[in-house]
């Protein structure tokens, strides 16, 4: 059995736009973002989707879990390789003018390689920028499946052009991730009623692997039946054999077409300023380099 979404209508701003609209836009600032590594425009996007987040009406609550994951996905994983490697960038951030914060090499004995670890303002500044273009496309898409009716998951992509079949599969998928952490929650209940203790889990990795594998084959079969489930009752339905209507129906309206043109403004004033002007590309604040001594 399939499960949504916590959805709970608020009549939100956000929530009066047509979800085609919502998803075109969040394409357009996307490609819009993509197009800046200069801080002073990416901050700007951040406040964007900031003032967006503030007007769904979400409660920390609702958002606590996506945000935290978000933002240990962000800082460390993008920032700490921005802050050590510098690469991935306009070009290469290794190839400017370093400035020192910390160097230091580190031998491995084993291959008799070197490595040589340092923090540069250069890569501070450049695992700043990175991050703030990651949360600024994270935020405006994060708060989309809990603001949006799940029944128009399937309408809603069907409407915006895409293919019938990749439609209703996208809908399956925006469906089946709940779906999982469901059956992870029920699994995990269920193996410690038999004694099992996820918090007290230590060793080395093989030895994590086999503690947690009481957890993770339950979780992983069920998926696969799940999906074998799914396939056949659409098999015996006969999907596929010709195109069908959708319950919902959705109607753009004057304010949708309004929120579809700002955004497309704002990805065609992107495109002129990256192209045109030299005012999209990374740079490093003085007080940074100053700060390095």
Not at 40 to 59: A, E, G, Y
Request: some cysteine.
């Amino acid at each position: 059995m399939l499960v949504v979404w916590k959805y709970i209508p608020r009549n939100s701003l956000i929530e009066s736009f047509d979800p085609r609209a919502r998803w075109f836009t969040s394409f357009l600032l996307m490609f819009a973002i993509i197009q800046y590594w200069n801080f002073n425009f990416l901050i700007v996007f951040l406040l964007i989707s900031i003032t967006q987040l503030l007007l769904t009406k979400l409660t920390w609550k609702e958002l606590r879990r996506p945000l935290i994951f978000m933002f240990v996905l962000v800082v460390v994983i993008i920032g700490l390789n921005a802050m050590l490697s510098g690469r991935g960038g306009p070009g290469d951030v290794q190839a400017m003018t370093p400035h020192y914060y910390w160097q230091k090499p580190i031998r491995i004995p084993v291959f008799g390689w070197t490595l040589n670890l340092s923090i540069t303002a250069e890569k501070a500044f450049f695992a700043i920028t990175q991050m703030t273009r990651m949360f600024s496309i994270a935020l405006m898409f994060i708060i989309i499946p809990y603001t949006m009716n799940p029944a128009l998951y399937g309408v809603t992509f069907g409407g915006m052009g895409i293919p019938y079949r990749f439609a209703f599969s996208m809908d399956l998928a925006f469906r089946f991730v709940p779906t999982l952490a469901r059956n992870f929650e029920v699994t995990l209940d269920a193996q410690r009623a038999r004694g099992f203790e996820l918090d007290k889990i230590d060793g080395g990795l093989i030895t994590l692997i086999r503690k947690v594998a009481p957890l993770l084959i339950p979780v992983t079969m069920s998926a696969i039946l799940s999906g074998e489930d799914i396939a056949n009752a659409m098999d015996l339905r006969c999907f596929g054999l010709q195109q069908r209507t959708w319950i919902g129906e959705l109607t753009y309206r004057r304010r949708d077409f309004v929120l579809i043109g700002s955004g497309i403004l704002i990805l065609v004033g992107s495109l002129v300023i990256r192209h045109l002007t030299d005012l999209a590309g990374f740079w490093v604040p003085q007080f940074m380099i100053n700060l390095a001594g």
